[in-house]
């Protein structure tokens, strides 16, 4: 059972506009989200994260916002540019006696259209 | 960028041989993981180590082993391929496992078993 969901497997936009990416998840008791980037033939890279104690997390271009209530998060990437085209991943952790274990979506795939 | 490195970045193998990868970090941090990567699983913890001979299972163990015997090496070895560990493998590292400490990711390793 997939505990977070990016139930878009892809996106397109222009230059310039907003992207918007989805995420959503069932398990209440995750408390902190991220967003990873990743570039074909690349690892994952951190982007932006959220505790759930926010709503909002703002870093330049990338925003992230979390409502609880409707177990969703987005990321806004505004204005989109042809470097943002790669694959976004979001993942969740929750409170554990050990290591903070991270379960991810399934992927966006963001494509930029010059 | 975090030093970490894997090896093999390719290898193609056949079902029932034993396969090593390594993943090799510069960064002196404690935590180190492993994920699978499948299209509609996005990202997959394997194992995980949380120091030196301490590792304990991901949510797709099953099959694999891992190794930690120096602070910079996590082995993850494959006893007995089978088609279904065709995958891209990431290594990431953690400096303390915390949730607020997001994870560096390796370049990945494409594992192919016929």
């Known amino acids: 059972d997939q505990q977070v969901k990016q139930n878009s497997p892809s996106l397109s936009v222009q230059e310039g506009r907003i992207s918007i990416l989805n995420c959503d998840y069932t398990n209440s008791m995750f408390d902190y989200f991220l967003w990873y980037k990743k570039y074909p033939a690349e690892g994952p890279t951190f982007l932006i994260s959220i505790s759930s104690i926010k709503d909002k997390n703002e870093d330049g271009r990338f925003t992230v916002f979390l409502n609880k209530s409707a177990k969703h998060l987005s990321l806004h990437i505004v204005p989109s540019q042809p470097g943002d085209s790669a694959v976004y991943f979001c993942?969740?952790?929750?409170?554990?006696?050990?290591?903070?274990?991270?379960?991810f979506g399934t992927g966006t795939r963001l494509k930029v259209l010059a | 960028d975090a030093g970490i490195t894997q090896s093999p970045r390719h290898k193609v193998t056949e079902t029932g041989t034993p396969v090593t990868l390594r993943c090799h970090q510069t960064?002196?941090?404690?935590?180190m993981y492993w994920y699978r990567q499948d299209p509609g699983h996005g990202l997959r913890l394997i194992h995980y180590s949380y120091g030196v001979k301490d590792t304990d299972k991901g949510e797709v163990s099953d099959g694999y082993s891992v190794s930690r015997s120096k602070t910079e090496d996590f082995l993850l070895t494959l006893e007995s391929a089978t088609s279904s560990q065709t995958s891209v493998y990431f290594c990431?590292?953690?400096?303390?496992?915390?949730?607020?400490?997001?994870?560096?990711f390796g370049p990945g390793t494409r594992l192919t078993v016929l």
């Open positions: 993942a969740a952790t929750e409170p554990t006696s050990g290591t903070y274990k991270y379960i």
């Open positions: 990431a590292i953690s400096e303390n496992g915390g949730r607020a400490h997001e994870q560096f």
């Open positions: 960064e002196n941090h404690r935590y």
